[in-house]
C-alpha cells in the first residue's frame, strides 16, 4: 500500500474520522490495528516478523530494567543485538554472503554447488530493526525506561506512517508521544497538509519522472556518451532526493494529521558545502541514529585522530552495507566514509581563508557545485547495477564528456523541467532555514506557487506507482 | 455550469481575503488555490479554442492511437459542426477506415469512432454521442468488438459522467470478472473532480513536442515494427479472442442501446468484418454466439436492424492495409454497399 495509491486514499480516508472521533487508549490501538493492515498489506507473512522482533525487545527492555547485574544487563542487550542484527542478516545479507562466497569460490577454480534461497526480502526490516535497537541499547545505557504497556511498545516499532521507510524514530521522543494526550491544532492540519502536498509533488513529479531519464541509462547494455551519463546521474540525485524526502515528507505529514511529531528526515541536502554537512542533512535520522549507536560505540572521536579516521570508516562502511546487500553498496559506504575523512584532514590542513562578504558569498557556491559533484559521484557508485558500470559510466565522463546527442539534449531539458522548481523550493527554505518556508511566502507569491505545484502533481505527476527506493533497503 | 462555479468560487475567495472570522482565515489559502486552480482550469481546458489548438499541435505519434483520438472527440465536442445528423456511425478505429471518407462526401452521415472502442467506451461516451442528434445509429460490431476484453484502463480519461458515474457502479459490480475494473473506476472519479488529472496525457505530450527530440523519445521507445510484423501480430491477437468476454460486453451494448431506444433513437447493427486469414473455427463459433445474442436482443427490441456479413461484398486480404483495417477504397465501396442495403 503506497502512499500515493488509492488502496491507501481509502484506507486513511477510513481511519483518520475513526481516529479523530476516539479518545487516546483507543486511537492507538486503532493506530496498532491500521499499522498492522498497513504492513500486512505488502505480504501477510511480514506480520508474524515484526510481531517476534516486538515481543522479543520488549522482554528484553523490561528485563534489563528489572536487573541490577550489569553482566546480565548486558547479556540481555546482546540477546536484543543478535536478535534484530540476526533478522537482517538472515533476511537481508544470507543471499548476498552466500552469492559472493560462491563467486570467489569460482574464481579460484572449486566448483561448488550454488545454494539458492530464495529469501523475500520484508518490507522496511532495515528501518524498524533499527528503531528496535536504538530502544533496548537506550535502556541498557540509562537513558529511558522500558515501556510496560506492551500494545504501546507494539505501535512505537509498527507506526504505519514511517514503518516501512522512516524516519528511524527513537524512543526516548516517540513513545513519551504515544503516552501523551494528542492534541491536534489547525496548526498541525496545515503542515501537516503542506509536508504531504510537497512530499507528493517530490515524488509524483520529480522522483517518478526522472526514473525515465535515470533507468534508460543505468539499465541499458548499449553505449553511453559523456554528457548521458552525467546528466543521467544528476537526475538521479533529484530522484532519490524526490523520492525518499518525498516519502519522509509524507510520512511526517501523516503523523502530524495524527498529532504526532516525527523527526526531520532532510533538509536541504544539496545545498551543502561538505561531507560531514550532508550528513547532517541527508537521511538525518539514519546517519544520527550511526553517531549514537555505532560511531560513539566505536569510541567516536574520543582516541586521536587516527582512531576517529577508522571509526568513521567504518561508520560509513556499515551505512553504505545497511543500504542493500551488494558490493556497490559497499564501495559506496568505503566511498562516503573516504571523503569525510578527506574533508577532516582538509579542514585541519588548510586554515579557514578570511573572505569578504561577495567573496565570501561567491566561494560557498563554488563549494556548493564542488561538494554537488563528490556527492553525484557517490551516487553513480549507488546506483550502479555493477562495478564495471561504474567504470564505464566514469570513463565516458572523463573521456567523452563533450559528444552532445539528442539524448543528451532530452536529458538535459528534462532536468531542467522537474529540478528547477525543487531547487528554487529547497533554496527559499536554505534562505529561510525553513522546510515550511514556502507556506509561508507572502500571499501573492504563494497562491500562485502552490497552485503551479498542485498543477504539476495532476497534470505532470507519475501516478502508475512506482515503488519508493528506499522501500529495497 | 462551469462558469458558475468559478464565480462562487471567487466570491468565496473574496470572503476569505476580508473576512476577519477565524474560519475565513483558515480557508483563505485553500479557496484562494482552487480559485487560481480553477481559473487556470478554464483557460486549459474549459474551451473549444485550446481543445483545437491541441488537436491541432498533438498527434497519435506523441500522444498514442487512443489518447489521440479522445483529443479529436473532445475537440468534436466542444466545437461540433453539424447540429444534427440522420445517421451516426459509432466503433473503433475500424469504423474509421470504412466509413470517414463516406461520411465526408455525405451530409446525412457522420462518424463517431476512436481506437479500441468497444461497448464500454461506448457507455462511457454516450453523452458526447448524443451531442450529435443522430436520428439512427449504426454499430458495426463483431466478435472482434464483443470477444475482446474490456479496456477499463481506458476509463480515466473518459468524458465526465456527471450522475451517471452511479450507473458506472452498477458496470463496475458486473465485472467481477475483470480486475482492474474497480481501480479504473477510482481513476474516472478522481478525473471528474480534477480534468487536469485526466488529461495529463494533454500536457505531457506538448511537453514531449516542445522540450524533447523526436528522435531521443524514439531512442527511448521501441523501435517501428515492420508491416508485416504489425499484420502478424494482429492476426495472433485475433486468433486469441475469447468467448468469456461476450457476456459482459452483451451486457454493456444492450444498456448502450437501451439508452439509445429511451432517445427514439433507431439502431442498426452491422456485423463487422475483419482480416479473412483470421477467421478461425474458434473465432467462427464466437460469432455464432454472438449472433445468437442478437437475434435475442432483436426479440427484445424489435426495431433494430441486424445486416449479417453474408449480405454484404466478400472482403479479400487485399482489402486490409493491415489485420483489422481496410484500405481507403475498399472502405469507402464497403459503406457504400452498406449505405444501399439500408435503402440510402
Known amino acids: 500500500m503506497l502512499f500515493n495509491s488509492f488502496e491507501f486514499l481509502v484506507f486513511f480516508a477510513l481511519l483518520l474520522p475513526l481516529y479523530y472521533v476516539s479518545g487516546k487508549t483507543l486511537q492507538n490501538r486503532i493506530l496498532l490495528i491500521a499499522s498492522y493492515i498497513f504492513y500486512g498489506s505488502w505480504d501477510w507473512r511480514f506480520l508474524g516478523l515484526i510481531l517476534f522482533s516486538t515481543?522479543?525487545?520488549?522482554?528484553?527492555?523490561?528485563?534489563?530494567?528489572?536487573?541490577?547485574?550489569?553482566t546480565r544487563k548486558k547479556r540481555i542487550l546482546y540477546i536484543s543485538l543478535v536478535n534484530n542484527l540476526g533478522?537482517?542478516?538472515?533476511?537481508?545479507?544470507?543471499?548476498?554472503?552466500?552469492?559472493?562466497?560462491?563467486?570467489?569460490?569460482?574464481?579460484?577454480?572449486?566448483?561448488?554447488?550454488?545454494?539458492?534461497?530464495?529469501?523475500?526480502?520484508?518490507?522496511?526490516?532495515?528501518?524498524?530493526?533499527?528503531?528496535?535497537l536504538s530502544?533496548?541499547?537506550?535502556?541498557?545505557?540509562?537513558?529511558?525506561?522500558?515501556?510496560?504497556?506492551?500494545?504501546?511498545?507494539?505501535l512505537f516499532v509498527s507506526f504505519f506512517p514511517q514503518l516501512v521507510a522512516g524516519p528511524i524514530e527513537r524512543a526516548k521522543s516517540f513513545i513519551p508521544q504515544i503516552k501523551a494526550k494528542r492534541t491536534i491544532s489547525w496548526l498541525d492540519i496545515q503542515t501537516g497538509a503542506w509536508l504531504i502536498f510537497f512530499g507528493l509533488f517530490l515524488k509524483v513529479f520529480v522522483a517518478d519522472n526522472l526514473a525515465v531519464i535515470v533507468d534508460h541509462t543505468y539499465k541499458?547494455?548499449?553505449p553511453v556518451t559523456g554528457s548521458e551519463a552525467l546528466l543521467a546521474t544528476y537526475a538521479f540525485a533529484f530522484q532519490i532526493f524526490g523520492d525518499f524526502a518525498g516519502y519522509s515528507s509524507i510520512a511526517i505529514g501523516i503523523a502530524r494529521l495524527m498529532g504526532f511529531h516525527l523527526m526531520t528526515n532532510f533538509l536541504y541536502p544539496y545545498f551543502v558545502t561538505n561531507p560531514s554537512q550532508f550528513w547532517r542533512n541527508w537521511h538525518i535520522s539514519l546517519s544520527s541514529w550511526l553517531r549514537d549507536y555505532l560511531y560513539i560505540s566505536l569510541g567516536g572521536n574520543r582516541g586521536g585522530e587516527l582512531f576517529t579516521y577508522r571509526n568513521l570508516f567504518l561508520t560509513m562502511l556499515l551505512g553504505g552495507l545497511w543500504h542493500g546487500a551488494a558490493w556497490t553498496f559497499v564501495l559506496w559506504g568505503f566511498y562516503q566514509g573516504s571523503i569525510l575523512v578527506l574533508h577532516r584532514l582538509y579542514r585541519q590542513l588548510v586554515p579557514k581563508p578570511q573572505h569578504t562578504k561577495f567573496a565570501g558569498n561567491l566561494w560557498t557556491l563554488i563549494k556548493i557545485i564542488i561538494m554537488f559533484q563528490f556527492t553525484c559521484l557517490g551516487w553513480m557508485i549507488f546506483r550502479a547495477q555493477s562495478l564495471d558500470q561504474i567504470s564505464v559510466l566514469l570513463t565516458s565522463i572523463f573521456t567523452d564528456l563533450t559528444t552532445w546527442t539528442t539524448l543528451s539534449s532530452y536529458y538535459l531539458k528534462s532536468l531542467l523541467f522537474y529540478c528547477v522548481p525543487v531547487l528554487v523550493i529547497s533554496y527559499i527554505q536554505f534562505k529561510k532555514q525553513d522546510l515550511l518556508a514556502v507556506a509561508k511566502l507572502p500571499y501573492v507569491i504563494k497562491i500562485p506557487a502552490l497552485t503551479i505545484i498542485l498543477f504539476c502533481i495532476l497534470s505532470f505527476g507519475e501516478f502508475n506507482t512506482q515503488e519508493f527506493i528506499y522501500f529495497q533497503f | 455550469m462551469y462558469l458558475s462555479v468559478l464565480a462562487l468560487v471567487f466570491i468565496l475567495m473574496l470572503w476569505t481575503l476580508f473576512s476577519k472570522k477565524s474560519l475565513a482565515l483558515k480557508l483563505r489559502t485553500p479557496i484562494s488555490v482552487l480559485t487560481l486552480l480553477l481559473t487556470l482550469r478554464a483557460g486549459l481546458l474549459q474551451n473549444g479554442f485550446v481543445w483545437q489548438q491541441y488537436d491541432w499541435r498533438l498527434d497519435q505519434d506523441i500522444l498514442g492511437w487512443r489518447n489521440d483520438d479522445v483529443v479529436s472527440l473532445v475537440e468534436q465536442h466542444w466545437n461540433l459542426q453539424k447540429p444534427s445528423v440522420e445517421y451516426l456511425v459509432v466503433g473503433s478505429s475500424q469504423v474509421g477506415a470504412i466509413f470517414h471518407q463516406f461520411a465526408h462526401d455525405n451530409e446525412r452521415v457522420d462518424v463517431f469512432n476512436m481506437a479500441g472502442m468497444g461497448p464500454l467506451e461506448m457507455n462511457l461516451y454516450i453523452e458526447y454521442i448524443l451531442q450529435h442528434k443522430p436520428k439512427n445509429i449504426i454499430l458495426y460490431l463483431s466478435e472482434f468488438d464483443l470477444a475482446r476484453p474490456p479496456n477499463f484502463n481506458g476509463m480515466k480519461i473518459a468524458p465526465n459522467q456527471g450522475t451517471a458515474l452511479f450507473d458506472l457502479t452498477e458496470v463496475v459490480s458486473e465485472a467481477e470478472s475483470y480486475n482492474n475494473a474497480t481501480n479504473a473506476l477510482a481513476h474516472l472519479t478522481m478525473g471528474e473532480v480534477l480534468p487536469e488529472y485526466k488529461y495529463a496525457f494533454v500536457f505531457k505530450g506538448l511537453k514531449a513536442k516542445y522540450f524533447y527530440e523526436k528522435e531521443a523519445l524514439r531512442k527511448i521507445t521501441v523501435s517501428k515494427t515492420s508491416n508485416n510484423q504489425f499484420l502478424t501480430r494482429q492476426l495472433v491477437s485475433l486468433s486469441k479472442l475469447n468467448a468469456g468476454n461476450v457476456q459482459y460486453n452483451s451486457y454493456l451494448l444492450e444498456?448502450?442501446?437501451?439508452?439509445?431506444?429511451?432517445?427514439?433513437?433507431?439502431v442498426y447493427i452491422v456485423e463487422g468484418s475483419y482480416h479473412p486469414e483470421a477467421y478461425s473455427a474458434e473465432n467462427m463459433l464466437i460469432n455464432a454466439?454472438?449472433?445468437?445474442?442478437?437475434?435475442?436482443?432483436?426479440?427484445?427490441?424489435?426495431?433494430?436492424?441486424?445486416?449479417?456479413?453474408?449480405?454484404?461484398?466478400?472482403?479479400v486480404a487485399e482489402d486490409y492495409k493491415d489485420g483489422y483495417h481496410l484500405k481507403a477504397e475498399s472502405g469507402n465501396a464497403y459503406a457504400a454497399s452498406i449505405f444501399d442495403l439500408l435503402g440510402m
Open chain 1, 55 to 70: 515481543v522479543v525487545d520488549y522482554i528484553c527492555g523490561k528485563a534489563m530494567e528489572e536487573t541490577s547485574v550489569s
Open chain 1, 87 to 132: 533478522l537482517l542478516a538472515i533476511f537481508k545479507y544470507f543471499g548476498f554472503f552466500v552469492d559472493s562466497f560462491m563467486q570467489m569460490l569460482e574464481n579460484i577454480g572449486i566448483d561448488a554447488n550454488p545454494m539458492v534461497l530464495n529469501i523475500v526480502l520484508p518490507v522496511g526490516i532495515s528501518f524498524y530493526t533499527f528503531q528496535t
Open chain 1, 135 to 154: 530502544y533496548t541499547i537506550d535502556i541498557y545505557r540509562n537513558e529511558i525506561k522500558a515501556e510496560r504497556n506492551f500494545w504501546d511498545f507494539a
Open chain 1, 220 to 222: 541499458s547494455d548499449g
Open chain 2, 255 to 266: 444498456k448502450f442501446i437501451g439508452r439509445l431506444s429511451e432517445e427514439n433513437i433507431g
Open chain 2, 289 to 315: 454466439r454472438v449472433r445468437v445474442w442478437v437475434d435475442k436482443l432483436i426479440v427484445k427490441q424489435p426495431a433494430i436492424t441486424f445486416i449479417q456479413r453474408q449480405h454484404l461484398p466478400v472482403l
